[in-house]
């Protein structure tokens, strides 16, 4: 082959990969800093971030705004895992220094998880710049709402710098949070999968006064540019940084709500300490094959299972031999994500009766919190799935239809 038909050939595969990897959306901080920063011009700005607050070009949004001309960042504020994602799952956050800016770090996941009035003093504005993976129970959207509360009545502006919904922007499941039953993973009462992005969300937030003081914060939302409701994360060609240890993709995110809720009863693996985490289900009493025959007989849309063994390297089960099913979404839109993990659990109790879940009290309660104790009485009673789908489903309807007027994106 002529060389001058190499470099073509080259030059077009080239094309094609960055043509393929061009992001077509452009994230909130984007929009912010095209517009010459304009709406936090002249102010003493806090962020609440965390590492995947970046551009497209992977610049941390903390930089962005430290170098931001006529804009003072006064503070960062640090939700679970940290401002730099330095801090294990579920483990406490300090207050501390960022080392690149110098800037004082105040912790929301410690000793106070909503910025106090002291923390707030010498800010004009706090600005929220973190991606979610789209379900309730996720603690980011929880130090979002109590953020806006705190600069509620405190007089202080809240910014949201909007990013997209990796589960996009049209798919709705789940109950809200029973009266009296909120908690941090459960702070809300909107539905466990709830379509918006973090803007949207915010902006419902205010408007259905789901926070205290709701009509005295003044509310800003940067939207993005390109987005559709739509789109999967895949589609907006962004980066993916992990807002999480284990959601290393956007792929993971479609599969947190397919068996997180499960997880909580510690009696199966989920692929958490596996290399695919939330992706499976298993136990070291289960026969794979069986399983997977058994939950691809109930014809459920958009999903297949293929059976898998594998062997966690730490989480539940380290060490141990697991069979199970790999879980493979066919068709997003049709699939029924949320419920994935009850049919796998009616499937498993027919199979086995002897290992129905024994969780501690500590793990039915969290359970509860991201689902309902109806919910669990009403499903742990004969594992069936029609004793539990209408309490599941319970306002869906409403919601999707409430939430319309806060869309800012078609």
């Not at 989920?270 to 499976?280: A, D, E």
């Amino acid at each position: 082959m002529k060389l001058k038909t190499i470099l073509g050939a080259v030059a077009i595969a080239s094309a094609l990969v960055a043509q393929a990897v061009t992001p077509v959306v452009k994230p909130g901080v984007e929009v912010l800093r095209d517009g010459g920063f304009e709406a936090l011009r002249g102010k003493r700005v806090g962020l609440i971030t965390n590492p995947t607050g970046v551009d497209n070009a992977l610049r941390a949004t903390v930089d962005i705004l430290n170098d931001a001309p006529d804009v003072e960042l006064v503070a960062l504020f640090a939700p679970e895992h940290g401002v730099r994602g330095d801090v294990t799952a579920g483990a406490k956050v300090v207050d501390t220094t960022d080392p690149s800016t110098g800037v004082k770090v105040y912790s929301l996941y410690g000793s106070t998880r909503r910025p106090t009035a002291a923390m707030l003093r010498d800010v004009d504005a706090v600005v929220y710049d973190i991606q979610d993976n789209g379900c309730r129970s996720y603690t980011f959207i929880s130090t979002m709402a109590n953020a806006m509360e705190a600069c509620a009545a405190q007089g202080k502006e809240f910014v949201v710098l909007d990013r997209p919904d990796p589960l996009g922007g049209t798919k709705v499941e789940g109950n809200k949070v029973d009266p009296g039953c909120e908690s941090f993973v459960g702070a809300l009462p909107i539905p466990y999968i709830y379509g918006l992005t973090p803007g949207e969300l915010a902006r419902m937030i205010v408007g259905e006064k789901m926070i205290k003081g709701a009509e005295n914060l003044k509310l800003m939302v940067i939207p993005m540019e390109g987005w559709s409701r739509d789109m999967l994360f895949a589609d907006t060609g962004m980066p993916w940084v992990l807002p999480s240890p284990h959601m290393p993709t956007p792929e993971t995110a479609l599969f947190y709500p397919a068996t997180g809720i499960v997880g909580e009863l510690d009696y199966l693996s989920i692929g958490v300490g596996y290399t695919l985490p939330f992706r499976t289900i298993a136990a070291p009493w289960v026969n794979s094959v069986e399983l997977a025959v058994r939950l691809n007989g109930l014809k459920l849309p958009g999903m297949r299972f293929r059976p898998i063994n594998y062997r966690p390297n730490y989480a539940f089960g380290k060490g141990t031999d697991m069979g199970g099913v790999e879980i493979f979404v066919t068709d997003f839109n049709k699939a029924p994500l949320t419920l994935i993990q009850f049919y796998a659990m009616q499937e498993l109790a027919a199979m086995y009766p002897a290992h129905k879940p024994t969780a501690t009290p500590a793990r039915l309660q969290m359970f509860d919190k991201v689902t309902s104790r109806r919910l669990r009485e009403a499903f742990f009673r004969r594992f069936h799935v029609a004793d539990m789908e209408s309490i599941w489903n319970e306002g869906v309807d409403d919601f999707r239809d409430r939430s319309r007027q806060y869309h800012l994106y078609e």
